[in-house]
């Protein structure tokens, strides 16, 4: 039988300083005395998991944990397996499952059934580091195994259903210790993070389950509570910081893809049967049920939608982020994309779009020019039955707008002279702002197309908005494209601070408020222009960014008329969002909205956004 490994005092106290600073036992005094002292006789698996998120036991070294092998992982970067204790201490706070991290390279070489003996140093690991603010996935590292016996039965799976996790989802988080969780004692009962902490490492079972966010990398999005916050067509919708959507749970398959590949999915279809094996935790998306059974999945039906055609009278204006578009992506994500524009966009006469990449993509060698990416996108509308569109652009300059380094993402605007013409005044770059001024009585652009203040702070390193001045029949609209900031830095709704950190948000209320000024210019010229601000958002209808974007009234979110389950245009970890958007000026007062959804709820998909339609008239 292996005997126990006692780590120098000095490695003890540097893994304890280390989660300290990390702000992962503020509140544990119990880890830092458990640290002080390695001796540790007759430890069981709940000893090692305790009442809270951290291990008591943290940068302890363990000898003979008994329990039965649950679950193998046999590959990845993260190798190893989590085995329970058959016999529970009765306290819902403490899990009685743990995971054993055999190493990056090191195939463990147990079995499910397996009745063993574990020595090993209590660790507590941050998937994407202490930065992410991710909660720890306590486990044992460095281990020695015994096997006593192989084909005994699993502890009995515990069921997460819609009546066993919480209606609340987290406690709030301790201000002593920086908005951290992780000191306070799990309460299972009340909390939906606090449940399945409880739960981390253990033997789990779900039943027969919706999809809520499409197969992608092997993985899955499935809810246990079917009547949180639907959406119509079987997601499960993001409607404001405190519906979370709890009953959400990804699903990997600890089935290598060899043997079994892993089931495409989409939102709305369903997960059937028993789906049974350990709860782990990750870096993307948090607690996820790593299945021991195979996965099966029930196709029901879902299809992409469609809108109807604009009227005679009517101007339709739609945004659309077709992801990284360049020549180097093959001839059909650009047919694909094509016949999206004409078949589920009835060919809107204006159409913005985001992420419009150079003319060869992320190689880094100086090219901005992206007239080759927006030809051959036409070409592929024309092919499938489209009109013959018209562009207009500023390209910027090389490597100064985000996105992959060297693609230099920009916004384009198509539109179809057939129907609508843009007004050109020249003399717009990617340095020098339009500006607004009063023609005949009424607000005209001094530059279009021009960029909205492009050397206001908020746009450094980020795609500066873009925009136009349209006439149809007779009628002036001004249009400004955006690309906000994305969400990089924020952290996760799992993560150990509750309410978590959304630092990224800093800068998409900059950036709002320039284009809420810039819209304001020429309202105060003329009070009743039609201005819509389209694009990519990269925030919610209730955000900050958005009450940003309205302040004063200035703006209207258009995706607000909409009934409540019909607003989303992304899927994000099996929650339903809203990121882009189309919002109107005062003036425009009786408008048709669409979310047209083609892209995020499918395992097959073009673009990961949702394009957005608006139809009025001027």
């Known amino acids: 039988m292996p005997s126990s490994v006692t780590p ?13 600073a990390a702000g992962l036992l503020a509140a544990s005094p119990a880890a830092t005395a458990a640290s002080a002292d390695p001796a540790a006789a007759a430890v ?17 070294a363990v000898a003979d944990v008994p329990g039965v092998v649950t679950g193998v ?15 529970g201490d009765g306290d819902a706070a403490t899990s009685e499952g743990v995971f054993v991290f055999t190493g990056s390279g090191s195939t463990p070489t147990v079995r499910p059934g397996d009745s063993v003996l574990v020595s090993g140093t209590v660790t507590e690991f941050v998937p994407g580091g202490t930065s992410s603010g991710n909660q720890s996935l306590t486990q044992l590292s460095r281990p020695a195994v ?37 000191g306070l004692r799990l309460d299972p009962r009340r909390f939906a993070l606090d449940y399945y902490e409880s739960l981390e490492g253990s033997n789990v079972r779900i039943g027969t389950s919706r999809v809520v966010g499409a197969s992608a990398f092997s993985e899955l999005w499935v809810t246990v509570k079917p009547h949180e916050n639907p959406t119509p067509r079987g997601g499960a919708r993001y409607g404001s910081y405190d519906s979370q959507n709890g009953g959400r749970l990804k699903v990997q398959s600890l089935i290598p893809l060899a043997e079994q590949p892993f089931p495409a999915a989409n939102v709305g279809d369903v997960l059937t049967g028993t789906t049974e094996g350990p709860l782990d935790f990750n870096q993307y998306g948090g607690y996820t049920l790593t299945a021991r059974t195979p996965l099966t ?11 109807r055609p604009q009227g005679r009278h009517e101007l339709s204006v739609a945004t659309y982020n077709v992801e990284n578009l360049d020549p180097s992506d093959p001839q059909e994500k650009f047919d694909a994309l094509g016949r999206a524009v004409v078949g589920n966009l009835a060919s809107p006469d204006i159409l913005a779009l985001e992420e419009i990449q150079d003319n060869n993509g992320a190689k880094n060698d100086g090219t901005v020019a992206a007239d080759q990416t927006v030809e051959r996108f036409i070409t592929a509308i024309r092919a499938a039955g489209g009109p013959a569109y018209e562009w207009r652009g500023i390209d910027p300059e090389n490597n100064k707008d985000g996105g992959e380094p060297g693609g230099n993402i920009r916004q384009v605007f198509l539109f179809n002279p057939e129907r609508v013409s843009f007004t050109d005044r020249a003399g717009g770059d990617a ?19 021009g960029r909205v ?21 007779g009628k002036k609209v001004f249009v400004v494209a955006n690309h906000f900031g994305s969400k990089g830095g924020d952290e996760a709704l799992t993560s150990h601070r509750q309410p978590p950190n959304r630092s990224s948000e800093i800068k998409r209320v900059e950036q709002a408020r320039a284009v809420n000024t810039f819209v304001k210019e020429i309202l105060a010229v003329d009070r009743k222009a039609d201005v819509l601000v389209v694009g990519d958002i990269n925030d919610f209808e209730f955000s900050a960014t958005t009450k940003t974007l309205t302040d004063g009234g200035a703006l209207y979110p258009a995706v607000k008329s909409l009934p409540r389950g019909d607003r989303y245009s992304y899927v994000f970890q099996g929650n339903s969002q809203v990121l882009d958007q189309i919002l109107t000026s005062p003036g425009i007062r009786d408008f048709s909205y669409d979310s047209v959804h083609i892209n995020a709820e499918f395992a097959d998909q073009n673009s990961d956004h949702d394009p957005q339609l608006l139809r009025f008239r001027p």
């Open 431 to 449: 340095t020098t702002p339009t500006g607004v001024v009063r023609e005949r009585g009424r607000a005209a652009l001094t530059l279009s197309p």
């Open 8 to 20: 120098r005092p000095a490695a003890i106290a540097a893994v304890v300083a280390s989660a300290v």
């Open 44 to 60: 069981r698996i709940h000893d090692i998991q305790g009442t809270t998120r951290i291990s008591p036991l943290v940068g302890t």
């Open 146 to 182: 015994t096997v006593l016996s192989t084909g005994n039965p699993l502890p009995e799976a515990v069921t997460v259903a819609a009546w066993t996790v919480p209606a609340a989802y987290a406690p709030a988080g301790d201000p002593a210790a920086g908005g951290s969780v992780n």
């Open 297 to 307: 999945v029930a196709d029901r039906g879902a299809e992409r939608e469609s809108a």
């Open 453 to 473: 203040a492009p050397a206001d702070a908020a746009w450094e390193s980020s795609r500066k908005p873009l925009a136009g001045e349209f006439t149809f029949r």
């Open 73 to 87: 992982r046999t590959y990845g970067s993260s190798r190893g397996f989590w085995f329970q204790d058959p016999d």
